[in-house]
């Protein structure tokens, strides 16, 4: 079955850095866009970037562009999130996930989720 497993959480301090890692198996990876989302608590999950299945088209929600990087290696399954210049605000949840069809911001068009990872931004 198709699994998406986060790694690279952790707690940092406001204006570090951290970088999320997702791996992918049991689905053609290639082929499918990413995208990394975020839940606070008390909050809604929220975009956050995405990548096409080639990697040559990227988003960012305009809260994390200029700090937020997101690549892919289709060799290795993998998609990341270089985060830098981290803020308190950038607490939450973050999530991979899969969608078949075009690259987009939109929760609801992506078919496969990762359990997702912590990332804690003190002030």
């Known amino acids: 079955q198709v699994q998406l497993v986060e790694f690279g959480g952790g707690l940092v301090q406001a204006g570090g850095s951290l970088r999320l890692s997702c791996a992918a198996s049991g689905l053609t990876f290639s082929t499918y866009a990413m995208g990394w989302f975020r839940q606070a608590p008390g909050k809604e999950r929220e975009f956050v970037a995405a990548?096409?299945?080639?990697?040559?088209?990227?988003y960012y929600a305009d809260s994390v562009k200029g700090r937020f990087t997101m690549s892919r290696d289709n060799v290795k399954n993998t998609v990341y999130l270089q985060m830098n210049s981290l803020k308190p605000e950038d607490t939450a949840v973050y999530y991979c996930a899969a969608d078949r069809g075009l690259v987009g911001r939109y929760a609801a068009s992506y078919d496969y989720w990762g359990q997702g990872t912590q990332v804690t931004v003190s002030s």
């Open positions: 990548i096409s299945w080639n990697g040559g088209t990227t």
